[in-house]
């Protein structure tokens, strides 16, 4: 395998982005990320984004963002439906090719001009369950009522992990919803949206972006003191229909974690892309997490979670620290679909 | 206005016919004809709703099978606002129903007025539509099954 490296990131997130397109949201963003690094899009090789038309509603809308990047002189470039962190991975596998040895990744969502769970419920079967429109927190909230039922989390660990959240989020200037003094039982308190689910289980909803400059081998080394090494990277799928899978578990996480090698040694933390606190438990047990790891140090997806971007923006969490010098191993994860049926674990090592 | 998100009305849609084919077609044909069916899985389980293939493996599946028309509550919620899309415009209960005869649940509507009358491991019934056109929606919901 080619050693490849996160070497620069840029994010942004609030709560409604106004006044502004997606390309003007971008435009800084990926400046940022190659200037960091001394690049123009003329020294990079492969140029990947994730987005969702629906949220656009126009095919073909990524197009128009290519305009944040610069497609003159013509540029080798690709695009998924789908979270930046599979865009990521698009990257990797180009760069594992050894054709070119640098990447741009960015990816972005701006959903507060429509509604989110009318996009989200478009994803479910077209035949089965999209007709009923079913709000994707309430169908997270039939995951949550079995995890609870199982006896596998309780109330109140679910608000431990809301609580844990906001407290970390609050040294992010990217969170959306953060707070110093919020207690588990603040949030017991509140009424449940999707019973079992309070709105403190559920992701904050925001808008915003996120870029990413991967690099290989020695170029990494050339561009950034301190690269974040991708050691692993795995994308894994479970079954589609809701009622065919054990929805207390995510097979797929804990398939992609160890295939990413998480376990092969400490981690100083992880970057968790959970849009519920109920899945969020879930996760840390797929990937076998113990106290010594520090969850979601950024607040995680629970406190901002841009659609399309929530999964890069884990990835650019944990390099950021890696890079920054004050973690030396972190795993990155993004989900896609319902109730985590699709699950990306990426596993960073500074040296 | 400054703050609001600029806003432009636009209607999605997707101009096409789909044909449903021989397993979901059976299904919602039986939902016209008020058959609930799932279908027999390698291991001889039942999966409703059903699909052609074997989740696990990608096995065709071929064998269906009638179910229900009553079933168990595994999990519900509540929801409080409707989607103005979906078929129904009051509150209502969201079920994973595992009709008797299957293996795995399906989601649908629970009628009743308050998450008060919603419990795992509670027995409800299938409640049909006035007019059925084969559709998920034949289907008006589930109503609590009083014990026979």
């Known amino acids: ?351 | 206005m400054a703050d609001a998100p600029l806003r432009a009305d636009l209607i999605l849609e997707y101009p096409f016919s789909r044909t449903t084919g021989p397993v979901i077609g059976a299904f919602l044909t039986g939902l016209r004809e008020g058959v609930l069916l799932g279908i027999r899985r390698a291991d001889g389980t039942v999966m409703v709703p059903p699909a052609e293939y074997e989740p696990d493996t990608g096995e065709s599946l071929s064998e269906l099978v009638e179910v229900g028309p009553a079933g168990e509550v595994v999990s519900w919620t509540w929801v409080d606002s409707p989607r103005p899309q979906s078929p129904w415009d009051r509150p209502h209960g969201l079920a994973l129903v595992r009709l008797d005869g299957a293996d795995t649940p399906m989601l649908h509507g629970v009628l009743v007025d308050s998450p008060d009358e919603l419990a795992t491991g509670m027995r409800v019934e299938v409640v049909w539509s006035d007019e059925r056109e084969g559709h998920i929606a034949d289907i008006a919901g589930f109503v609590p099954k009083e014990p026979s």
């Open chain 1, 1 to 351: 395998m080619r050693e490849v490296a996160v070497v620069a990131t840029a994010s942004r997130q609030v709560p409604v982005l106004t006044g502004t397109t997606e390309v003007q949201l971008m435009v800084p963003l990926i400046e940022s990320a190659r200037a960091a690094v001394g690049l123009t899009q003329e020294d990079i090789g492969f140029t990947c984004s994730g987005s969702s038309d629906f949220l656009a509603g126009q095919a073909f809308s990524f197009v128009h963002t290519l305009d944040a990047v610069g497609a003159v002189p013509p540029i080798s470039e690709s695009h998924v439906e789908m979270d930046g962190a599979f865009a990521l991975y698009e990257a990797w596998v180009k760069l594992q090719i050894g054709e070119v040895d640098t990447a741009l990744v960015y990816s972005y969502g701006k959903s507060s001009p429509g509604s989110l769970r009318d996009v989200l419920a478009l994803q479910l079967d077209p035949y089965y369950l999209a007709p009923l429109w079913p709000p994707a927190d309430a169908v997270a909230a039939l995951q949550a009522r079995l995890l609870l039922e199982s006896g596998a989390a309780s109330p109140e660990e679910l608000a431990g992990i809301a609580v844990r959240s906001q407290h970390h989020a609050a040294a992010n200037p990217n969170a959306v919803r953060s707070s110093t003094d919020v207690t588990v039982g603040d949030v017991l308190a509140e009424a449940p949206v999707a019973d079992p689910l309070r709105p403190s289980d559920l992701a904050a909803e925001a808008d915003g972006g996120c870029a990413v400059v991967l690099a290989a081998g020695d170029r990494a080394s050339d561009l950034c003191e301190r690269p974040a090494w991708i050691r692993g990277i795995d994308h894994r799928i479970d079954a589609h229909a809701l009622g065919v899978r054990d929805l207390t578990r995510a097979p797929s996480a804990a398939l992609a974690a160890s295939r990413a090698g998480a376990g092969g040694d400490r981690l100083d933390l992880v970057e968790l892309h959970s849009p519920t606190t109920s899945q969020e438990a879930i996760l840390v047990r797929e990937i076998g997490l113990d106290d010594t790891t520090v969850v979601n140090p950024s607040g995680g997806a629970l406190a901002g979670c841009t659609l399309m971007a929530a999964g890069l923006m884990r990835i650019a969490e944990a390099a950021d620290r890696i890079t920054g010098g004050t973690a030396d191993r972190a795993l990155a994860h993004a989900t896609s679909g319902p109730c985590l049926q699709q699950n990306l674990v990426c596993v960073l090592e500074g040296a």
